[in-house]
């Protein structure tokens, strides 16, 4: 339970930090982006990190992380400050949309968690794969990360939604086998909150 408080924080914080980008990028939607600042946080963070690793200059490691969400923080202040009064403007007008699609995003987060916790194990379909190449990124110093299915070689297969739930348990420290599960959740329930988003 403490970990899926964690997790929850974690994502909510990311979310709140590409906030301000997501209400500069998405001005066209009703709700400004805000049902997408999670996900955009999920892209932006991981690919930054990404990016720095491919270069073999910074490794993969919770400081690293630490850093560059402190220089997105940084980022998103100015753009916060920029906007500040149309942001405030928004925010009283639309709290109530913002109510209910945090309510949405947290109702899928709940169900899917009971729906992952009905069958937690890691044993079975596409799990194991999932798994390791999960593992591959938190155990790698630089990327690619290592291919666990065959030694001395980089993943040679699609791996960034691996990488950015990776990003998550890092910088969280939960265990993967747990953080594995509730990325099996968080997915579906940033997928309800956009679908609100844009349906809205």
């Known amino acids: 339970m403490l970990d899926a408080l964690?997790?929850?924080?974690?994502?909510?914080?990311?979310?709140?930090v590409a906030l301000p980008l997501a209400f500069l990028l998405f001005h066209r939607l009703?709700?400004?982006g805000y049902t997408l600042a999670k996900p955009l946080a999920l892209v932006l963070f991981p690919f930054v990190l990404w990016i720095l690793g491919l270069t073999h200059l910074i490794p993969n490691s919770?400081?690293?992380i630490i850093g560059i969400l402190v220089l997105g923080s940084a980022v998103s202040a100015l753009v916060l400050n920029h906007y500040k009064d149309q942001v405030a403007?928004?925010?009283r007008a639309e709290w109530r949309t913002l109510l209910?699609?945090?309510?949405?995003?947290?109702?899928?987060?709940?169900l899917w968690l009971g729906i992952a916790s009905g069958s937690p194990a890691i044993n079975h379909t596409e799990k194991p794969?999932?798994?390791?190449?999960?593992?591959?990124?938190?155990?790698s110093r630089f990327f690619p990360p290592e291919d666990p299915w065959l030694a001395g070689h980089s993943i040679s297969y699609y791996y960034f939604g691996h990488f950015m739930m990776a990003l998550l348990t890092k910088l969280t420290t939960i265990p993967?086998?747990?953080?594995?599960?509730?990325?099996i959740a968080l997915i579906p329930a940033?997928?309800?909150?956009?679908?609100?988003?844009?349906?809205?």
């Open 6 to 16: 964690v997790w929850l924080l974690a994502i909510e914080l990311l979310g709140l």
């Open 30 to 32: 009703p709700d400004r």
């Open 62 to 64: 919770r400081f690293t």
């Open 89 to 91: 403007a928004f925010v």
């Open 100 to 110: 209910v699609a945090e309510g949405v995003f947290l109702a899928f987060l709940l």
């Open 129 to 139: 794969m999932d798994f390791a190449f999960v593992n591959a990124v938190l155990q």
């Open 176 to 183: 993967s086998s747990v953080s594995y599960n509730l990325s």
């Open 190 to 200: 940033l997928m309800a909150a956009g679908a609100f988003s844009l349906v809205y």
